[in-house]
């Protein structure tokens, strides 16, 4: 019997109780270590919890079960993911990669991958033409997220992944703004999907942690290998906190949504809003008419709390060009419209009255 999302965020995949006493609650193996019975005799197949931890992998599992994943590693950040999943690639090889990426992606690429001989470069992933277009012969993956942070462009997932194959490359998804509950990239083709669970999975602006989950058993033996040598393992109290946020993810998505729709309503009949840009979720960016504007805006928020991050229970309000794309070049960053008047909106579980009431203020107070 195969459950409902909304059910495997509470169970995982089957309804049958994982722990040893029958604790309904999983616990927290707060252990480094793991002793053996023998020399050669390891009856739980856990040794050291670098490499694995029950409270991990009962985590790892739950999360595999909601994006359809023969395998999840959990990482002490989303970008412990991510840039371990960029390790899988060797001297040589070419990578393209979507021109509207988190800033820590594109400092990773810039800063730290640039040492490492392959050649990553950008793609407007919204158009699978031009993606086909740069493909080469080397080309050994595709990484894109969708929607994009924070322009909400949205990519064809199944259409990327047909020329991905098509051409023996990879594609990676980073699913962190629409989480399992409103898209599955591995059933729409993604060889790997990676996520913040910092945000949504998470859910209550409590843990930094982050996922990678793999389509088939080949990446999950060479992704177990990665993880467990270069150690940036979720700790087992920060996994206990995301299975117990993990239990209302479907409830919360709900709540994001329509207090989103409605937010999104009100922006866009104020004369001072320009653009309004949402893709689903929780999630809305949208430009006011000068910078000065922005940055009163950011001031007189009082509910919305002025913050990086998103996807947690409280709603923030980001300032991308500032806080979370500083290391975009400018100039690229004018290209893509991540510009000194952009705000992005991450809407909360809060009143949606109080919501609206509290930018309605903010709004009059940056109009005086
Ligand atoms: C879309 C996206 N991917 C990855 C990351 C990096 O995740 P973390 O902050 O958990 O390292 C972020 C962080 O904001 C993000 O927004």
């Avoid at 699978?128 to 740069?134: D, I, L, M, Y």
């Avoid at 996520?195 to 942690?209: A, I, M, R």
């Avoid at 009100?266 to 893709?279: N, R, T």
């Avoid at 975009?328 to 419209?337: A, D």
Wanted: charged letters at 20%; glycine letters at 6%; proline letters at 4%.
């Amino acid at each position: 019997m195969s459950y409902d999302i909304d059910t495997r965020c509470i169970h995982g995949l089957e309804h049958k109780n994982k722990d040893a006493n029958f604790a309904i609650s999983y616990p927290i193996y707060q252990t480094a270590s793991f002793s053996h019975l023998t020399p050669g005799h390891n009856p739980t197949g856990f040794d050291y919890s670098r490499e694995s931890n029950p409270t991990r992998s009962y985590l790892e599992e739950t999360i595999s079960s909601l994006e359809h994943a023969y395998d999840t590693i959990a990482f002490a950040s989303g970008m412990a993911a991510i840039a371990t999943a960029f390790e899988f690639f060797k001297a040589g090889d070419h990578i393209l990669c979507g021109e509207d990426l988190y800033g820590g992606v594109v400092r990773l690429i810039a800063q730290v991958c640039n040492k490492n001989g392959y050649e990553v470069e950008a793609v407007d992933t919204t158009n699978p033409a031009e993606v086909e277009s740069k493909i080469r012969s080397n080309t050994r993956a595709i990484y894109l997220e969708t929607p994009t942070n924070p322009m909400m462009k949205v990519s064809d997932i199944e259409a990327i992944a047909e020329i991905a194959h098509k051409n023996q490359a990879l594609l990676i998804v980073d699913n962190t703004f629409m989480t399992p509950y409103f898209q599955n990239p591995i059933q729409k083709g993604a060889d790997i999907v990676v996520h913040s669970g910092t945000k949504y999975l998470s859910g209550h602006n409590d843990t930094v942690c982050g996922f990678l989950c793999v389509a088939n058993e080949e990446l999950s033996d060479r992704f177990r290998l990665l993880s467990k040598t270069i150690g940036a393992t979720l700790g087992p109290f920060e996994c206990w906190l995301v299975l117990r946020g993990l239990k209302t993810l479907a409830l919360r998505m709900e709540r994001h949504k329509s207090n989103a729709l409605a937010v999104k309503e009100w922006l866009q009949k104020q004369p001072v809003v320009k653009e309004v840009y949402y893709a689903g979720s929780g999630m809305i960016s949208f430009t006011v008419d000068s910078e000065e504007r922005a940055v009163s805006i950011l001031k007189n928020v009082s509910l919305i709390i002025y913050a990086e991050s998103l996807g947690g229970t409280e709603s923030l309000i980001t300032y991308p060009a500032v806080q979370t794309h500083p290391d975009v070049p400018k100039e690229q960053r004018e290209k893509l419209g991540i510009t000194e008047r952009l705000l992005r909106l991450s809407v909360g579980i809060e009143s949606p009255n109080d919501i609206i009431a509290d930018l309605e203020q903010a709004f009059v107070q940056s109009i005086q």
